[in-house]
């Protein structure tokens, strides 16, 4: 009986290792499929371009759009709910910078603040109605995704007559608000590293990447703080618990209600950062923009590590799977390979990061792939 007990104690103490410690985090299967990734296209001909820094900023780029977004959807994956009209909320909300800008003469500053007010209440409502009727959040966005859509096809007809915006930085000179969305960092530096011939440069000397976009800025800033609040703070704890078991939360006093409706405007907001980033880089807004996003959002969250029935996963998996993302789709590109195959290649991708990352958690786990 002793001995029994002693080999119950060791087992209980047993130390683990540092490799089986890092394969229980979330994000390590997206970050041994982010690694794969970049060995596979590095074997593949055109690697020299996509990894060059024009080509290297380009796919970061891509990765930056979605980031942005799919940040916001892995938080409200994690509570237990989903967002579908993230998408529809790009498009919408490009629309009405367009129409307060261009037709209501609002400076541009303040027609981004309308289209912040428009996520918020749109948020707010998504997550109102869930929390309310207990109805499948899968089906209350999916409703939002046809409305705002509609309205953003409808609205824009009426007063315009087409489905697009064009010109409107034109009549709204403001360089410093269109510069935080569209500008770039440490161009002096890059410009630096032009005359040194340590970058590509034109022929006028300005080299071929001038700075880092601010896109990107927004999207590493994004995780650090998501990062921070998910997983050293109190209402990371609430997120966690929430997507975990709803009840139990609520019966240790979690606010689970205004965790969900809070985390629904925050997916409408990041919705809105990336349409004011795309109408400041295209200068006009266009209904269709963010078609099918809300997918590729919970995609990238899915190839991070995140649950889908929630109460598991972190932000920077889904850092990697963004990255994962926009490598794919611009590797595809500088290698040669047909495009037409992107949706395919892209979904075994999908499928074998769920499967890696579902086996590595059962083995870090001590847990076989079986039942």
């Known amino acids: ?78 509570a237990g709910e989903f967002d579908l009209s993230v998408g529809s909320m790009v498009g919408f909300a490009g629309v009405v910078i367009g129409l307060t800008v261009k037709y209501w003469g609002l400076p541009l500053w303040g027609g981004i603040v309308c289209a912040f007010a428009v996520a918020i209440l749109t948020g707010y409502v998504n997550g109102l109605i869930v929390v309310k009727t207990r109805l499948p959040s899968f089906i209350v966005t999916l409703a939002s995704l046809y409305i705002l859509r509609g309205l953003s096809i409808g609205i824009t007809r009426a007063v315009t007559g087409r489905t697009q915006i064009p010109y409107i930085l034109d009549g709204a000179p403001d360089p410093a608000t269109a510069g935080l969305f569209n500008g770039h960092l440490l161009t002096g530096f890059f410009h630096w590293m032009g005359t040194q011939g340590w970058i590509a440069t034109r022929t006028d000397g300005i080299p071929f990447v001038v700075g880092i976009p601010m896109s990107i800025v927004w999207w590493l800033g994004l995780t650090a703080l998501a990062g921070y609040v998910l997983t050293q703070t ?32 925050y997916t409408a907001c990041a919705a809105t950062l990336l349409a004011t980033i795309q109408v400041m880089e295209a200068g006009s807004a266009d209904t269709t923009r963010g078609l099918l996003k809300e997918f590729e959002a919970i995609i990238a969250a899915v190839i991070g590590g995140v649950l889908l029935t929630g109460g598991y996963g972190t932000v920077y998996g889904v850092l990697f799977g963004a990255l994962i993302f926009g490598l794919v789709q611009m590797g595809i590109f500088y290698t040669g390979i047909d495009t037409d195959w992107f949706k395919v290649f892209l979904g075994i991708v999908i499928l074998m990061a769920v499967l890696v990352n579902n086996y590595i958690r059962l083995k870090a786990l001590g847990r076989g792939g079986g039942k």
């Open 1 to 78: 009986m002793t001995s029994k007990r002693a080999a119950g104690a060791d087992e209980r103490l047993a130390s683990t290792g540092r490799l089986t410690q890092w394969l229980r985090r979330p994000e390590a299967g997206a970050a041994g499929g982010l690694i794969a990734t970049i060995i596979i296209f590095a074997l593949l001909p055109g690697a020299s371009n996509l990894y060059s820094l024009q080509g290297s900023m380009t796919f970061l780029t891509l990765a930056a759009e979605l980031g942005i977004i799919a940040t916001a959807a892995a938080l409200l994956i994690i």
């Open 234 to 265: 109190k209402y990371g704890n609430w997120i966690f618990a929430t997507g975990g078991d709803l009840n139990a939360a609520r019966n240790v006093g979690v606010p689970v209600d205004r965790v969900k409706i809070a985390l629904f405007i």
